[in-house]
Each structure stands twice: as C-alpha cells, then as structure tokens.
C-alpha cells in the first residue's frame, strides 16, 4: 500500500472552510449507521442545540439539516418557498453572496427581482421602503445578513419590518450563514421566517452540511414547491419529523462533530464568549494591518462587524497579491483573494477556532513576506533602499 502523505496543518484565515478544534475532529472518528439509535440522538440533539442559539422553540419554529454546503441550504429555500405558478422573489443585494441567489433564482427558472446596492455600504432603508411599496406582490425578500465578500452587516431587523409592513404576504429569507452563534440575531423581532446557515462557519464544525431554521407554519405552507427533489425542505422536513432520519445518506461523521462543537460552544459560553473571541480577533488584526499601512475597504463607521475585512491590495509596485498569497500559504497562513467586484481587494477572516495569539502570528508572517518581496504598502521602493 502506497502511505498517503497527510497534508500540514494550515491556518485558515478564510471564509470557510475553518480551522476547528481538536476535539471537533476527533469525535468524528466513529462509523455510525444513518438508523443507528446513536445518530438519531445525535441528529435530535443538533435540530434542538440550534433552536437553542436561535432563542427559538418548536414547535413554532423547527431547524431541518440538509447535506452540503450552505449554498445548497440557499438553493433549497429558494426552491421551497417560491410556488410553481406566480413567484416572485425580490432580493436585496450589496455583495457577491446576494448575487447568488441571483444566480440561483435564473437557473433554477424562479422569477426575480434584483436590487443591487453599494458594496461597501449597507442595504439602505429608504431605498428598500421605496421597493417594498411599488405594485409588485413578491412570494420571497432574500438579503444577507454578514455579506462575507466585503464584511457588511446589513440591518436586518429594520428590514423585516419594512417588508412585513409593505409586503406581508412575503415570507422573508435571510442568509445568515457567516453570522449565525457570533452576531446576535433575533429571529422574532426581525420577523425571519427563514434562515440559514452552515456547520462549518461560526458554530466551528467541519463541512457537510447545513441548516435551515424557520417558522413551521411557513414551511407546511410550502409543500409542493420545490421543482428540486434533493433541495426540498418540506420534504426533508417530514422525513426527520416522521423517523428522524435523512431522506438520503447523512453525513454522518460531520454531525458527529458538529454535536461536539455545540457542546464546545455552549461550555466556553455561547454567543457572548464567542463574539468576544472574534472582537478581539478583529482587533488584533485592525490595529496590526493598519501599523503595517493596510487600508481597509469599509468606512469604520460601516464596519461594526468583526467576521472577516476586506482590504485594498497596496499599490506599491513590488506587491502582487498571488506571491502574497503563496508565500504566506508556504508559511502555512491561508489568507483569501477578494470578491467584492468594484475594487481590488482581498480578505482576512478571524472566525474558526481562531485566537488572538494567531492573529498575532499572521501579523508578523506578512511582515515578513512583505520584507522579501521588499513590498511594505508605507514605503517607496527609494525608502526601502
Ligand atoms: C459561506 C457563505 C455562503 C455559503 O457558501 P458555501 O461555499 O456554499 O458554504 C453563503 N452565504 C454567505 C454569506 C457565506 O458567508
């Protein structure tokens, strides 16, 4: 048998996927039977752990697990919230993941109505006020909450009640993927009646799946929708009501450490606990980039978020992004390129099992890279000679 060599452990600084904890990992070690009492426990404990970070309770609302990553879980309320005949979904975009659904919407053939705002502000109110009360009945409002292409928390909150005001037939539909368990989010207040995100974002479990979690009744409304089998929630949905079980294989070693991280999350103190690893992430990175010349995309008085920052790739001669790139994955620093489309930017993240001590090493590993490329954004090529 030829031994594979096992990969070196990277540290990511991305969007996802993220670093996770040992333990994570290891509880994922297990082969497990999709009937196996075990892994219906397991699958229990999930749906009732995530309500529980929602504030939410069944059976008003329910949280249904879906095989893939969270474009998938998009994909499929999309799907299953637009009828067949007559939908019309309006989606309020100001990045590259409220573009998707765009994109979503056109292959899958669902009529939609795309508002397209500046990248580097928020969803402006007035502008959505305006929208929301022209003739046009819509069936879905899509928006994102953390838009992870530029790092823009959109008022979510104001917005449900601009479109339960103006439109209340519309179910409303947020992505909430890079936020959900580190940004506080009240699903009543804003009046979601679909979120979604995914294991492998801010609860810290490794890919496989993701998750929605909604109103019950808007769900049962649903039934029939979905002109996709595999994406259909309803249908995923009275599966695990009727046995517990998926419909199709589950990934089963990626549920297995997902449990772990909730109860990882739960005993290190939840939301606060974690929202205060990612502030002092954040810090450690704003104050260290901008010692270093960095300059951010977002305003300060923009960027109250503390998931990932955008920033503008220095216009000194000596810096190509790619060298920056690989040098830096060399040192086992995984950074990520930039997805906002106007500028020329890219991003570093400080959610995962991420700690200020390894925004600290980041920091001083671009230093370093910027030495050999002789690329420091604050000097000239004269300075530096
Ligand atoms: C990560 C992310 C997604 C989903 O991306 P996948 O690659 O499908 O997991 C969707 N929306 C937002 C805002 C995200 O951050």
């Known amino acids: 048998m030829v031994p594979v060599v096992p990969p070196t452990e990277k540290k990511l600084f991305t969007p996802g996927p993220l670093c996770c904890s040992s333990g994570v990992k290891a509880a994922m070690c297990y082969d497990l039977g999709s009937r196996d009492q075990q892994f219906l426990s397991c699958v229990r404990e999930i749906r009732q752990g995530l309500l529980d970070i929602a504030g939410v309770s069944s059976p008003e609302f329910t949280a249904v697990l879906l095989q893939g990553s969270g474009t998938y879980t998009v994909e499929a309320v999309l799907q299953t919230t637009s009828p067949r005949q007559g939908a019309k979904v309006l989606i309020l975009a100001n990045g590259a993941y409220g573009l ?85 989010l009240d699903l009543k207040a804003s009046h979601i009646d679909f979120m979604v995100s995914s294991a492998n974002k801010c609860l810290e479990g490794i890919p496989g799946f993701a998750y929605v979690i909604c109103r019950t009744q808007c769900l049962v409304s649903c039934k029939g929708n979905s002109r996709s089998y595999s994406l259909d929630i309803v249908d995923q949905f009275e599966g695990l009501q009727k046995n517990g079980q998926f419909r199709f294989t589950p990934p089963t070693h990626s549920m297995l450490a997902f449990r772990q991280a909730l109860e990882e999350y739960k005993k290190a103190g939840g939301l606060p606990a974690r929202k205060k690893r990612y502030m002092e992430n954040r810090a450690v990175l704003k104050h260290g980039m901008k010692d270093l010349g960095f300059r951010e995309l977002l305003d300060e008085a923009v960027h109250e978020g503390y998931i990932i920052t955008s920033y503008f790739i220095p216009e000194h001669p000596n810096f190509h992004f790619q060298t920056f790139y690989t040098e830096l994955s060399n040192r086992d620093y995984v950074i990520y390129p930039g997805k906002v489309s106007k500028a020329n930017c890219f991003r570093i993240g400080n959610i995962g099992h991420l700690f200020p001590s390894d925004m600290k090493n980041l920091l001083h590993t671009i230093k370093e890279v910027l030495n050999i490329m002789e690329a420091h954004p604050l000097l000239t090529p004269q300075e530096i000679m």
């Open 100 to 184: 998707r659904m765009k994109k979503i919407c056109e292959v899958a053939g669902i009529s939609c109505q795309l508002e397209e705002f500046p990248e580097n502000k928020k969803i402006d109110l007035i502008k959505v006020k305006e929208i929301l009360q022209n003739d046009t009945k819509f069936t879905t409002v899509g928006v994102v909450h953390c838009e992870t292409s530029s790092g823009v928390i959109n008022p979510v909150e104001e917005l449900g009640c601009l479109i339960k005001t103006y439109q209340p037939g519309a179910m409303y539909f947020v992505d909430a993927m890079s936020s959900f368990g580190a940004i506080p």
